[in-house]
Nanobody
Framework: QVQLVESGGGLVQAGGSLRLSCAAS????????MGWYRQAPGKQRDLVAA???????NYADSVKGRFTISRDNAKNTVYLQMNSLKTEDTAVYYC?????????WGQGTQVTVSS
């Protein structure tokens, strides 16, 4: 079973940067598609960015050009570099790992962007 632990959230001013990390346990990491989702209060959880086992990426339109997802299979870790943060990026960010067998969520990390 894969477990995910996120870190790196916090409070930042608009225009600033944060890097989120998601460390995965287990041996399946390298074959799994990893994603970052976010959920603001009263809203649904939406995909922010995803990266496949072959390192193909896709992004929500709202973060293209500002956020970058990457993975380090040697460290079983996926990252989300967030630049030029906006107040509307404020949300709980969740890491997700999925393949044909599993669909696993982390506990979430809060990102708050102040104006």
């Amino acid at each position: 079973q894969v477990q995910l632990v996120e870190s790196g959230g916090g409070l930042v001013q608009a225009g600033g940067s944060l890097r989120l990390s998601c460390a995965a346990s287990g041996s399946r990491f390298s074959i799994m598609t990893m994603g970052w989702y976010r959920q603001a209060p009263g809203k649904q959880r939406d995909l922010v960015a995803a990266i496949t086992s072959g390192s193909m990426t896709n992004y929500a339109d709202s973060v293209k050009g500002r956020f970058t997802i990457s993975r380090d299979n040697a460290k079983n870790t996926v990252y989300l570099q967030m630049n030029s943060l906006k107040t509307e990026d404020t949300a709980v960010y969740y890491c997700n790992a999925r393949d044909f067998r599993y669909n696993i969520w982390g506990q979430g990390t809060q990102v708050t962007v102040s104006s």
